[in-house]
């Protein structure tokens, strides 16, 4: 299924493009699989950054939404995404 | 010995502040024997004694109350100080700190290098 | 005890060119701690509520704490307290950088200016005298030439603090900038620019000792480790501010629909990724700087080349808001010179910025004509926006009412304007939404220096962790936020340290220095009474419950997501009436006899 992926602000320094269309395999379809999956597509600074941590990086983890929730406040890696869903990566609020 | 990166330095001064502490229990930059120069925005550079081969404060003083011991650190003997400052203009590095009528030359804390503790960039770091 | 204190003060008096060192009460120090405590103290006993901010007879208090000076990190800030010339109230102002630091090197905890000069001046302290210097050759200098000149005649080991063109010219939202710094909000630089005073100077080599070395040195590496952590992770907000900035990305809050576009008539502003920081380190060079002793060193310095070069620290997110999203410019090299503008002219960026949307919306109604101001005065258009920025510094044509503020500006307008001039007590609004956040609407309306975003609920709001906009709980909440960050700015802490340092470290600190026994109540207790302090000033000097309130526009729909949401009027006079009676306040918001007395308040102008 087809979703799409948004980075802001500095995530944007992981991807070309800022936004992506990604392809997810049928049964494939959690935030914890899309990561894999732009892990492949991204590179090693991605994957060093974003994709080794995000496991256990709960502040990472808020900063991933699904439309307008945080995946901290939906199933956290285990969220799953349904066809035409945008994901993206927030930076926290700024501000002060 | 120790290692500046003007790149990652920040002037925060905690280093400064650390040293003066560790000395005399006291926080002052003013008597804490590392200096920094910064004019932003340009880079920043640091002032602390890099132990010469030569060095030209000893030559300079003229009361010899400063010597040089092992692992080339300076030594001040304050008994034969006079604070004529001669030594600090004599430092080509600009290394010798003064404040109220005394002189501080880094002395490298016996290697520790304690002001390298509370780097928050790693601009300042021990190495050997 | 209270040995991290000097333990006295430096009155200076302008007009006669005296000076006197007066000792500071045990039982100030006790009751008030320091930074805006000392600030308050001092002011409201000491200045008439009465007064006009620009009236001589008003005083600048620069005030530092008992941890100002040492190790412990992130206690950078100077307080500056006095009578503010946009609110007709009290005002307590923060500077970070390396000036608190140097003047607690001179020998005094706090410096009260008094008086005026009789030309245009600069005063140095030193621990042994104080020196007033004529300088009329600064007369319309900017902030830069300024503290340049001062440190080329007073030695480069001087803090120095220095106002531009606009406090000169009684811009009402002028500053004071210190290097790389600013005291921005509420129009200090006027106050200073009344007194003729172009700069002050500090020369000292007085260092700061602790009551218990042992025990304060454990502190204050129990603090560092706490925010290393913090740093160490790239997605932490003080992670993210390390790495870059408060800009480091408004994308959040605009999806969240709590970005204030177009003079707060719409809360997404589609193009705000073009003005965050990324965008400034692609453009320019860029590098940290930070405040004195602190790790966190939230400050960017960017430096663009070319023919045009010039260099800027900053913008903040703030600024971010004020003079992008508002005023609806994203173009971040129009952002970036505004920024500069607003450092040599010496202007508050965010009063500078929401009173140009509002001139903005003004020329859009026809409320002011292109003859009126002289050019197309655009939503989105930068050269306009730098053009306005100028005249304003300069009080010339259009400038003269826009250096007014939004709160005058709309008075004389007329025409209804007042219902989109997004001030509350005279204070432009800070970069949040009193429509989407009930915590910001009740902390914008009930702050005593106007609508002030450092004692609001912003994060635990926009977050998720409280509901954005029912204001079930808020009052309590907001009020005890209020009282927690007056007593954090009397150590003088930095705000962002209170994100991830436990309140029991500050207080550690605090005892460890100065061999008081704070708990935790007698420490939020101190800001609650200087807060209740602050209320009776202004409540004094004018300003009644009605100025507890919010323009119109807060209370009417604004588009979410396709929704329309809006900010209950009825819901918010309730919330507010709960917060007076949390405060035990009575239905005018006036401290009651037995809180007063509770507090161990006085009324000395009585």
Known sequence: MEIKVCFYAFFREYSPEQALQVSLEPGKDTIGDLIQVLKEHLGEKFSREVASLIKG???????????????????????????????????????? | MLIYDSKSCTECQACRLKCSFVKETEYNPAKSRLSIKGKWPQMPVLKVCRQCQNPLCVKACPVSALSQEE??????????????????QACPFEAV????????????????YPCTEVCSTEAISKKG | MFEAYNRNLLRINLTDKSFQVEEIPAEVMDKFIGGMGFGVYYLTR???????????????????????????????QTALVTKSPLTNGIINCYCGGNLAQKLKSTGYDLVIIEGACSQLSYVLVTPDTVKFI????????????????????????????????????????????????????????????SKNLKGVAFKGTIGVKVHNPRVFALKVDEAFAVFKIATDNPYSLLGVFSRYGT????????????????????????TADKIDTTAYHKLANSRRIACFGCPIHCGQLHSFQGKDGFFTRGPEYETMYSLGSDCCNDDPLVLARAHNLCEEYGMDTLSAGCTIAFAMECYERGFLSSEDIGFSLDFGNGEALLKALELMA?????????????????????????????????????????????????????????????????????????????????????????????????????????????IEMFISLLNAATGMNKDVTDFLDIGERIWNLERLFNLAAGLSSESDMLPARCFEPIEVDGELKSLNREEFEAMVQEYYQVRGWDQQGVPSSVTRKRLGLELPWK
């Open chain 1, 57 to 96: 990086n709960r502040e990472l983890q808020g900063l991933v939404y699904v439309g307008s929730k945080s995946i901290l406040r939906l199933d956290k890696l285990s969220t799953r995404l349904k066809p035409g869903d945008t994901v993206k990566f927030l930076p926290p609020m700024a501000g002060g």
């Open chain 3, 394 to 502: 300069r009080r010339q044509g259009i400038g003269d009412l826009l250096a007014e503020g939004t709160r005058i500006m709309a008075e004389k307008i007329g025409r209804d304007s007042a219902h989109f001039a997004m001030n509350s007590k005279g204070m432009e609004f800070a970069a949040w939404m009193p429509q989407r956040m009930s915590g910001i609407a009740l902390t914008f309306a009930t702050s005593n220096r106007g609508a002030c975003h450092k004692r609001g609920p912003i994060g635990q709001e926009l977050m998720g962790e409280l509901p954005m906009e029912s204001t079930e709980g808020k009052a309590k909440i907001v009020a005890g936020i209020q009282d927690k960050v007056n007593a954090l700015f009397t150590l003088v802490s930095c705000r962002f340290a209170d994100f991830e340092l436990p």
């Open chain 2, 97 to 112: 700190q003064t404040c109220a009528g005394k002189i501080y030359i880094c002395d490298t804390c016996k290697g520790e």
């Open chain 2, 71 to 88: 692992q080339r650190i300076i030594s001040i003997d304050y008994g034969l100080c006079s604070d004529c400052k001669l030594c600090v």
């Open chain 3, 247 to 270: 800009g480091g990305g408004m994308s959040l809050i605009n999806e969240r629909y709590a970005l204030a576009t177009r003079n707060h008539t719409q809360a997404h502003f589609a």
């Open chain 3, 46 to 76: 000491e200045v008439d509520p009465a007064i006009d901010a620009l009236d001589m007879g008003n005083k600048l208090i620069f005030a530092t704490g008992p941890l100002t000076g040492t190790g412990a990190p992130m206690f950078a």
């Open chain 3, 134 to 193: 004529p300088c009329p050759e600064l007369q319309g200098k900017g902030v830069r030439e300024a503290e340049e000149y001062i440190s080329a005649q007073e030695g480069e080991d001087c803090g120095t603090a220095a106002i531009g063109l606009a406090g000169e010219n009684l811009v009402r939202f002028a500053s004071i900038i210190s290097s790389t710094r600013v005291f921005g909000r509420g129009g200090t630089g006027a106050v200073m620019g």
